[in-house]
T-cell receptor, first 116, second 117 residues
Framework: DGGITQSPKYLFRKEGQNVTLSCEQN?????MYWYRQDPGQGLRLIYY???????QKGDIAEGYSVSREKKESFPLTVTSAQKNPTAFYLC???????????????FGPGTRLTVL | AQSVTQPDIHITVSEGASLELRCNYS??????LFWYVQSPGQGLQLLLK??????LVQGIKGFEAEFKRSQSSFNLRKPSVHWSDAAEYFC???????????????FGGGTRVLVKP
């Protein structure tokens, strides 16, 4: 079955440590996205990538970094510079119809990061 | 910049009763509109989408939504709610980022639905 996997489901880290969240998709989608979800705030876009080796900052990119070395993978690193990293992180992917429409995004199950 | 407002943070409905969730958007061009549902601790699942054409859109799980351009609204409805519909619902508007070569979804804050037996 095609889909998006995120690992791990729960992650605990000490303050000041960098941590990398995994996101893999086998939907053959070109575009991938990372969102952060906090209670009562909906989803906020961190980074997105439309093509391998290229990515753009979203609305809240400070303290985060990404890479896109393979079409299937889009890992997110939460660095020690992120002031409030405890949150639920969601990865998504979509097809990309350049300049024509904004396609629906398909989401992974999420990773809950808790910084102690 | 686009924005989405979901005025109701919580809604409680009795099982078997009808449900309507409100969504208002702000977007200068033709909007691409979506409703997603999220169960606790899970990812988001697409319920339905509107790109163009018929303004009444049918989705999965018996949900439908109506696009009203004059009111900038895209409200979600279900005629008869089941206990399994208890979840959080998100409305989103999609935009095309020409300069940044991408597309983006802007989400509302969500409405949590509680179902009473």
């Amino acid at each position: 079955d095609g889909g998006i996997t995120q690992s791990p489901k729960y992650l605990f880290r000490k303050e000041g440590q960098n941590v990398t969240l995994s996101c893999e998709q086998n939907l053959n989608h070109d575009a991938m996205y990372w969102y952060r979800q906090d209670p009562g705030q909906g989803l906020r876009l961190i980074y997105y990538s439309q093509i391998v080796n290229d990515f753009q900052k979203g609305d809240i990119a400070e303290g985060y970094s990404v890479s896109r070395e393979k079409k299937e993978s889009f890992p997110l690193t939460v660095t020690s510079a992120q002031k409030n990293p405890t949150a639920f992180y969601l990865c998504a992917s979509s097809t990309w119809t350049s300049g024509i429409r904004a396609n629906e995004q398909f989401f992974g199950p999420g990773t809950r990061l808790t910084v102690l | 910049a686009q924005s989405v407002t979901q005025p109701d943070i919580h809604i409680t409905v009795s099982e078997g009763a009808s449900l309507e969730l409100r969504c208002n958007y702000s977007y200068g061009a033709t909007p691409y509109l979506f409703w997603y549902v999220q169960s606790p601790g899970q990812g988001l699942q697409l319920l339905l989408k509107y790109f163009s054409g018929d303004t009444l859109v049918q989705g999965i799980k018996g949900f439908e939504a109506e696009f009203k351009r004059s009111q900038s609204s895209f409200n979600l409805r279900k005629p008869s709610v089941h206990w399994s519909d208890a979840a959080e619902y998100f409305c989103a508007v999609g935009s095309i980022l020409i300069k940044a070569a991408g597309n983006k979804l802007t989400f509302g804050g969500g409405t949590r639905v509680l179902v009473k037996p």
